[in-house]
C-alpha cells in the first residue's frame, strides 16, 4: 500500500508542474489581450436607397380619366427617356370630337374679328365724337361771331335813331311854331305845308331807325336762342355717340374675356391631346404594372407603373435607437455590408479590418422619429475609400456600423460590467474641448 501511495504521491507533483506554465501562459495571454485596440460601434440595419429624388423608383400616374388602349411595354423592360409606354383614349364626353380643337379654333377667329370690328367701332366713334366737338365750336364761333356782328350794328342803328330822333324834334318843333304863324297869318300856306312834310320825313326816318333797332334787337334774340339749339343739339348727338361709344367698349372687353377663355379651353385641349400618350420621363427598367390588358378604365392620378432609374447614385439608409442617436453625427465614417455580398466580419472590436464590408459616410441624419421609434440616417459612399458595387439595387437589404472611440478591451469589459453605454465619455470631453476653444 505504501508503494502505491508514494507513487500516487509523485503523480501528483509531476501534474502540478505541467499545468504552472499553461496557467501562466493563459493569464499572459489574457493580460496581453485586454489591452488590445477595441473599436466601439453601433450597428443597425438598412436598406439600400438614393439621395437623389429623381432617382428613386418612380410611379408612372395617368393624367387623365380614360381607359388603356395599347401598351408599348412590358415589366421588366428597359427604357429611355421619352419613349412611349402606353396610349390612354377617352370616355368624358366633352372631349369625344376629334375635331374639338380646331372647332374650337374656329370659335376663337371668330371672337378675334368681332373683337376688331368693335375696336374698329370705338374708334369710329371716337373720330365722330371728335368731329362733333369740332363741329361745335365752329357753329358756337359761327353764332357768336353773328351776335358780335348784330351787336355793332345795334350800336350804329341807335346812333342813327338818336339822329333821326333829334331831327324829328327838331322838325316837330318847328312845325308846331310855323303852324301858329300860318294861323296868324305871318306864313303862307307853302311854308306851313313844306314845313309839315319835313316833319312828317323826320318821322318817317326815326321810325325807319327804330325799326331798324328793333329788328335787330330779333335778330340777336334769334341768334341767341341759335346758340342755345346748336348747344343742345351736338350735345344730343355727342351724347348718344358716347353712348354707342360706352356700349361698343363694353363688347370689346367681353369679346376680350371670351377669347381669353377661348385660347385657354385651345390650350388646355392641345395639352390633353399630349397627355394621351403616356412617357417615360427617365431611363430605367419597368418593374411593376398596377393594370393590365386593353379597355381598363383609368382614374385621373391613378398609377400605371413602376420605373426604377437605371443610375448608380444610390446610398444607404440605416436606423439608430434614439439611445444611440448622439453618438451618430454627419461625416462620420460608417462600415456597411450589403446582402448578397460574402462577408467575414471580425469579433466587434474590429469592423473597419473585416473583410467585405464598404466604406461610408454619414450624410444626413434626420431630426424626426418613424413609426417604429427609430431615426433614419442616410449613409453615402466615400470617395476616398473602397469603391461599393456596380451591382446594388435599391430596396436590397443592408446593414451598417458605425465606428466610435478606440479603447483597450479591458475598458469595454468595464464598460459592459457597468452598463455605460458607448462612447460615454466622448460627449462630455467634446462639450470641454468645445468651451476651451
Known amino acids: 500500500m505504501e508503494k502505491f501511495n508514494a507513487f500516487d504521491h509523485i503523480y501528483q507533483e509531476r501534474k502540478s508542474t505541467e499545468i504552472k506554465p499553461w496557467l501562466i501562459s493563459l493569464l499572459i495571454i489574457t493580460l496581453l489581450l485586454i489591452f488590445l485596440p477595441w473599436t466601439q460601434n453601433i450597428r443597425s440595419k438598412g436598406n439600400i436607397t438614393s439621395i437623389y429624388q429623381e432617382q428613386k423608383p418612380q410611379k408612372i400616374y395617368s393624367p387623365i380619366a380614360g381607359k388603356i388602349s395599347k401598351w408599348w411595354v412590358r415589366e421588366g423592360d428597359t427604357v429611355q427617356t421619352g419613349d412611349t409606354l402606353a396610349k390612354i383614349t377617352e370616355i368624358k364626353g366633352e372631349y369625344l370630337d376629334p375635331n374639338l380643337i380646331s372647332r374650337t379654333q374656329q370659335q376663337l377667329t371668330a371672337k378675334e374679328g368681332s373683337l376688331k370690328f368693335y375696336e374698329q367701332k370705338v374708334q369710329a366713334t371716337n373720330d365722330q365724337i371728335q368731329n362733333l366737338r369740332r363741329s361745335l365750336t365752329l357753329k358756337q364761333n359761327q353764332v357768336d361771331n353773328k351776335i358780335k356782328q348784330l351787336q355793332q350794328k345795334i350800336t350804329g342803328e341807335r346812333a342813327e335813331l338818336e339822329a333821326a330822333q333829334n331831327d324829328y324834334n327838331l322838325s316837330k318843333d318847328q312845325f308846331e311854331r310855323n303852324q301858329k304863324m300860318y294861323r296868324e297869318g305871318l ?212 446593414q451598417g456600423i458605425a465606428l466610435l472611440n478606440d479603447v483597450p478591451v479591458w475598458y469595454e469589459l468595464w464598460r459592459n460590467i457597468n452598463g455605460f453605454p458607448p462612447d460615454y465619455y466622448r460627449g462630455k470631453t467634446a462639450k470641454k474641448d468645445k468651451n476651451e476653444k
Open 187 to 398: 306864313i303862307s300856306q307853302t311854308q306851313y305845308q313844306q314845313r309839315n312834310v319835313a316833319m312828317q320825313n323826320s318821322l318817317a326816318k326815326k321810325t325807319t331807325a327804330e325799326n331798324k333797332v328793333n329788328q335787330t334787337l330779333q335778330d340777336i334774340a334769334n341768334a341767341q336762342i341759335e346758340l342755345r339749339g346748336v348747344d343742345q343739339e351736338y350735345s344730343e348727338k355727342i351724347n348718344k355717340a358716347d353712348g354707342e361709344r360706352f356700349q361698343s367698349l363694353s363688347e370689346v372687353e367681353s369679346n376680350k374675356g371670351d377669347i381669353a377663355k377661348l385660347e385657354n379651353l385651345v390650350t388646355n385641349y392641345t395639352i390633353r391631346n399630349g397627355m394621351y400618350f403616356i412617357i417615360a420621363p427617365q431611363s430605367g427598367q419597368i418593374i411593376k404594372a398596377t393594370k393590365s390588358g386593353l379597355g381598363e378604365i383609368i382614374k385621373e392620378g391613378e398609377d400605371l407603373l413602376t420605373i426604377v432609374p437605371d443610375n448608380n447614385n444610390v446610398a444607404v439608409e440605416i436606423f439608430v435607437r434614439p439611445v444611440d442617436l448622439p453618438l451618430v453625427h454627419a461625416g462620420e465614417e460608417v462600415r456597411l455590408i450589403f446582402d448578397g455580398y460574402p462577408v467575414i466580419l471580425f469579433a466587434g472590436g474590429w469592423p473597419n479590418q473585416s473583410f467585405g464590408t464598404f466604406p461610408g459616410k454619414i450624410r444626413a441624419v434626420e431630426n424626426t422619429i418613424n413609426d417604429e421609434g427609430l431615426f433614419r440616417v442616410i449613409v453615402e459612399e466615400d470617395p476616398k475609400g473602397k469603391r461599393w458595387p456596380k451591382q446594388l439595387r435599391i430596396g436590397s437589404g443592408a
